[in-house]
């Protein structure tokens, strides 16, 4: 996370970010003094936190406090941190050492509940977060037959069905990801592809653990494409429905990988 802080050395509302970092008042006033406040804070933030002051981290804080536009602009950066590491993979013989997953050691609680089920001190948990794009929710349907109402028992946070409206889209996704769901089961077709919520949902669950060491990713293709497989997931095993001599078995493996501790 070495040019984060110079890349974000010229935003605004850095106070926020401070905040949402867990920083004092008058630690904020200090850092207010100084020539660069973001860049002071997000050194501090680095050299204080280390084992939580990751990439997924920096986007869930920047998420909270609605700072999508930075987000956004991080993206390119995003990409080539995953295409470097990938690169890595296939020069190394041996497996890289591997980020831990991010878990927040002080989550902070969710704003009155985010899904239907959520109640006061007990906030829902599920299995797998489904990421898909509108034009497949007919699958996702069949999905959630096949895994939730079968002997699998599963519990899939679906966002059309399980989440609360009136919330950031945004802030919604990235805390039921990285706190709520063990795993993220990413629906893979064209039209996911030129979605923007699906692009930022993946990468901000693979860089909770980017060397899918507890397989927290696992890729679905069910409909033939047209368009290219998308490269940062290539290295990840996928589950394809396409194939009639794999279907008979297609939901029992992917009821065995989401029921992994």
């Excluded at 470097?84 to 050691?105: A, F, G």
């Excluded at 519990?155 to 990285?178: A, H, M, N, Q, Y």
């Excluded at 653990?209 to 290539?234: D, E």
């Excluded at 996928?238 to 065995?256: E, G, M, N, S, V």
């Amino acid at each position: 996370m070495a040019s984060l802080p110079c890349f974000l050395s010229v935003a605004a509302d850095w106070m926020a970010v401070a905040e949402a970092m867990g920083y004092s008042y008058l630690e904020i006033q200090n850092f207010e003094r100084t020539r660069s406040p973001t860049k002071t804070i997000l050194d501090d933030w680095q050299t204080k936190s280390k084992s939580d002051a990751t990439v997924g981290k920096l986007l869930s804080i920047l998420t909270e406090v609605e700072r999508l536009d930075i987000v956004e602009d991080l993206r390119s950066l995003i990409d080539e941190d995953v295409r470097k590491y990938l690169e890595s993979l296939r020069r190394t013989p041996e497996p890289p050492v591997q980020v831990r997953e991010v878990d927040s050691s002080d989550p902070r609680p969710s704003p009155d509940g985010l899904t239907l089920e959520d109640e006061e001190g007990a906030p829902e948990f599920f299995d797998a977060f489904i990421c898909y794009c509108k034009s497949d929710f007919e699958f996702v349907h069949t999905m959630i037959q096949e895994l939730e109402q079968t002997e699998y028992k599963l519990k899939l946070c679906v966002f059309d069905r399980d989440v609360l409206p009136g919330s950031c889209v945004w802030t919604i996704t990235s805390e039921l990801i990285e706190k709520r769901c063990k795993r993220m089961v990413v629906v893979i077709s064209d039209e996911y592809l030129d979605s923007d919520a699906c692009d930022f949902q993946t990468k901000f669950a693979l860089s909770l653990c980017p060397g899918a060491r507890n397989k927290r990713l696992i890729p679905v293709v069910y409909k033939p494409m047209k368009k290219q497989f998308p490269s940062i997931l290539r290295f990840l095993t996928i589950c394809d429905y396409t194939r009639p001599c794999t279907q008979t078995w297609f939901w029992k493996r992917l009821a065995r990988a989401l029921s992994l501790p």
